[in-house]
C-alpha cells in the first residue's frame, strides 16, 4: 500500500518560526551583515513589540545607495555587477559591499519598504501562493491581528514542499 504524505493546508502549517529581525533603527551596513551571515536575501523589520513595520532586502539597499550616488551628480566612476537574489539575474551597479562603511549611520527604516506583504496563520496555503506570484514577491511575513511577526514563508519553502511531497 502506497502513502502520500497530505500537503499542509494553512500558513502556520508551512512558515519558518525561527525567524532573523531587524529593528528599524540598525544601520544599513547591520542589515547587509545580517543578511550574509543569514544566507537571505530580506529580512523583517519589527518594532520593540515585535509588530512587522516593513521588509529591508539587498535590493531595497542598492536602490537606496545608487539613489545616495546618484545625487552627487556623476562623481562616481566604478561600476560594480552583482546577482540580485529578487530578480534571479545579474545586474550592473554603482554599489559596492566596500561602500557599506559609509552608510553605518543610516537607518534600516530609511532604505526598507513599509506595509510589507503579510499573511495570517490560518490563510489557506494555495491563497498565499496565489499572493506571492500575484504580486511578484518571494516572501511573505505570517502575522497576528496585531500584526506581531508570527514567521516566514519564502518561494524556497514551496520547492521544499513540493520536493516532500
Known amino acids: 500500500m502506497t502513502s502520500f504524505q497530505t500537503s499542509p493546508s494553512t500558513a502556520a502549517n508551512v512558515m519558518k518560526r525561527d525567524v532573523v529581525t531587524l529593528d528599524p533603527r540598525e544601520s544599513l551596513q547591520d542589515a547587509m551583515r545580517i543578511m550574509t551571515e543569514n544566507h537571505v536575501s530580506g529580512v523583517p523589520v519589527v518594532d520593540r513589540e ?4 516593513g521588509v529591508i532586502s539587498t535590493s531595497d539597499i542598492v536602490s537606496f ?4 550616488l546618484e ?3 556623476g562623481e562616481i566612476v566604478r561600476t560594480e555587477n552583482w546577482f540580485n537574489p529578487e530578480t534571479q539575474q545579474w545586474e550592473e551597479s554603482v554599489f559596492s559591499p566596500e561602500m557599506l562603511g559609509d552608510y ?3 537607518p534600516v527604516s530609511d532604505a526598507m519598504t ?3 506583504i503579510t499573511v495570517i496563520p490560518t490563510m489557506p496555503i494555495a491563497e498565499v501562493a496565489q499572493l506571492m ?10 502575522v497576528d ?3 506581531r511577526l ?3 514563508i519564502s518561494a524556497f519553502d514551496f520547492v521544499q514542499l513540493v520536493a516532500e511531497n
Do not use: M, W, Y
Not at 65 to 68: N, S, T
Not at 133 to 142: K, L, N
Open 65 to 68: 545607495v545608487e539613489a545616495d
Open 145 to 147: 491581528t496585531e500584526k
Open 133 to 142: 506570484t500575484a504580486r511578484g514577491i518571494h516572501r511573505v511575513f505570517v
Open 150 to 152: 508570527q514567521g516566514v
Open 50 to 53: 515585535n509588530r512587522c513595520v
Open 71 to 73: 545625487a552627487l551628480e
Open 114 to 116: 513599509s506595509d510589507p
Open 104 to 106: 553605518v549611520s543610516v
